[in-house]
């Protein structure tokens, strides 16, 4: 059995935010002593860190909860289930699509930025043409360009 200061320490969580998870419905069966303090078990563990996974890829706990539900009624809801988590895997192939835009933004700055401040100034690296980037950078730097990213140094300084 593990104190809610345990749990808390063993995710890297607030004490409140436990609370907070049990008060919302989400951990139905965590015990109490005869003095009313919350004791964890290993399910509780395990339960714990499938909502902190679920919340990572951006599900809600309202949508947590029902989940939690939908596993505490068996069999019957498998469907359900397994229609939750394909909706999910989605939400998430999305999510690292757009992190790997950003990725190739951040990548493309990072380049630009080495050699303007190299040159000690921006204008030569402005001048510079896709072609005679590197390629890696000129994939990063055509695929944020194209997307409109690329606004304060692509040579057409849109501040203006």
Not at 78 to 83: A, D, G, I, N, V
Not at 147 to 155: R, V
């Amino acid at each position: 059995m593990y104190s809610i200061g345990e749990v808390a320490e063993m995710f890297g969580l607030s004490v409140s935010t436990i609370r907070y998870y049990d008060r919302e419905g989400l951990l139905r069966h965590v015990s109490r002593n005869q003095s009313g303090i919350r004791r964890f078990n290993d399910a509780d563990i395990e339960l714990i860190r499938m909502i902190e996974y679920l919340k990572r890829t951006g599900m809600q706990l309202k949508d947590i909860r029902t989940f939690v539900s939908w596993c505490e009624e068996g069999d019957a809801t498998l469907e359900k289930r397994l229609q939750m988590f394909r909706e999910q895997e989605a939400s998430v192939e999305q999510q690292m699509r757009e992190l790997k835009q950003t990725m190739e933004l951040i990548r493309y700055k990072c380049w630009y930025y080495e050699q303007a401040a190299a040159d000690g100034t921006e204008r030569k690296v402005r001048a510079t043409r896709p072609e005679d980037m590197p390629a890696s950078i000129r994939r990063s730097f055509e695929n944020s360009h194209e997307k409109g990213l690329c606004w304060c140094h692509d040579g057409d300084d849109r501040r203006k």
